[in-house]
Nanobody
Framework: QVQLVESGGGLVQVGGSLRLSCAASGRTVKDYAMGWFRQAPGKEREFVAA????????NYADVVKGRFRISRDNVLNTMYLQMNFLKPEDTAAYYC????????????????????WGQGTQVIVSS
């Protein structure tokens, strides 16, 4: 089993930055696909970014490309999401996810592709 704990959410102004963290525990995730999803009130959970822990290959949703950056730290067993140039439409609960199937990183990942989830961290972008 993998336990995931997100942190780093908060209130930020338009154009600002935040860095989310996802600490993994319980077992090593070195062979896992890891991802970030978000869910705004009244909307479905949507893909944001994903990374292959072993290869470092990344995948981004078009709406965050060029503004967000996903990364991981092998020593700390932690994944990050650096969010820059934030917009009001980025306001959502952000969830960290993991799965043993590394193919989950590629294409258009959906929540169904990931079996382990964190509890979420709220991001509010105010104008």
């Amino acid at each position: 089993q993998v336990q995931l704990v997100e942190s780093g959410g908060g209130l930020v102004q338009v154009g600002g930055s935040l860095r989310l963290s996802c600490a993994a525990s319980g077992r090593t995730v070195k062979d896992y696909a890891m991802g970030w999803f978000r869910q705004a009130p009244g909307k479905e959970r949507e893909f944001v970014a994903a990374i292959s822990w072993s290869s470092g290959a990344t995948n981004y949703a078009d709406v965050v490309k060029g503004r967000f950056r996903i990364s991981r730290d092998n020593v700390l067993n932690t994944m990050y999401l650096q969010m820059n140039f934030l917009k009001p439409e980025d306001t959502a609960a952000y969830y960290c996810a993991a799965d043993r199937r590394t193919t989950a990183v590629y294409g258009r990942p959906s929540p169904a592709d990931f079996g382990f989830w964190g509890q979420g961290t709220q991001v509010i972008v105010s104008s």
